[in-house]
């Protein structure tokens, strides 16, 4: 299966150096036969940096509205994305959970808005360090699933995509070891199997985020249950995230060889 490898930059860059990061990210890309490839800038360069996105490099929103439309001041929809060209959206990434209410329901309405503008829903789970520390980091992160999960039809899995990230790892440099990271993918996979078929966990993509860089990426995406990650920080320079880019290309490539 192919990896994916988004770039989440957050609240950060002003209009010319966003512009920027991706012309350079989109010119470095020549080629990305293992992986796909999407950047998530900050919702108001959407429409313009779509003149800028390929084939190669697609555009993620790094959120969406739990409405459809209407009076909602301030927010965006899923079908509001669509129509300015993005093709996948974050949904309960921690930021969001932590800080603007974006609760298991929220999470769980905003997957459907997606799936029904026809997105790639990228749906974030992790456990903070203190549920790691408790021993509750699996309980957290399968119960965070399967509310997510509740109400999706088996056929419309294609469309979804599970990124891990553990809060703890987020921003702070510290990252999951490979180890600790296939422990908890293999873990949601399973899961999955529980929640729809062995036929939809394996082919359901599985991504890796915190602290994710180019000296730790080949390591973590080498592990058999990790399909690609989700970067913030490394994602804001362009040789960073082409490099973590071309480290889920490399292994990838070594899985299909293998298998
Ligand atoms: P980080 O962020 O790579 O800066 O740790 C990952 C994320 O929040 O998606």
């Known amino acids: 299966m192919r990896n994916i490898v988004t770039g989440n930059w957050k609240s950060n860059k002003l209009w010319n150096d966003a512009e920027k990061l991706m012309d350079d990210v989109a010119t470095g890309i020549l080629e990305s036969q293992h992986t796909d490839v999407f950047v ?32 909602f001041t301030g927010e965006h929809t899923a079908s509001m994305l669509k129509s300015v060209g993005v093709k996948a959206v974050l949904i309960g990434h921690s930021e969001r959970r932590g800080g603007f209410g974006e609760n298991d329901s929220v999470v769980e309405v905003k997957i459907h808005h997606a799936l029904d503008a026809g997105l790639l829903a990228i749906v974030c789970c992790g456990e903070n360090l203190e549920e790691r520390d408790a021993g509750q980091h699996f309980e957290k992160v399968l119960t965070q699933l399967s509310h997510a999960f509740q109400n999706v039809d088996t ?105």
């Open 155 to 259: 056929s419309k899995m294609i469309h979804v995509v599970v990124a891990y990230e553990p809060i703890w790892a987020i921003g702070t440099g510290r990252t999951a070891s490979a180890a600790r990271a296939q422990e908890m993918h293999a873990a949601i996979r399973k899961h999955l199997v529980e929640l729809f078929d062995a036929p939809t966990a394996e082919s359901t993509r599985i991504l890796y985020g915190g602290s994710c860089k180019p000296s730790n990426a080949l390591e973590i995406f080498m592990q058999p249950d990790v399909n690609g990650g989700l970067i913030g920080g490394a994602s804001l320079n362009a040789l960073d995230f082409l490099a973590i880019v071309a480290a889920s290309n490399e292994a990838a490539s070594k899985e299909q060889q293998g298998g």
């Open 40 to 71: 998530a800038p900050p919702t108001p360069y959407l429409a313009a940096l779509q003149a800028q996105s390929t084939d190669l490099i697609g555009l993620a929103g790094q959120q969406c509205s739990a409405h459809l439309e209407g009076a």
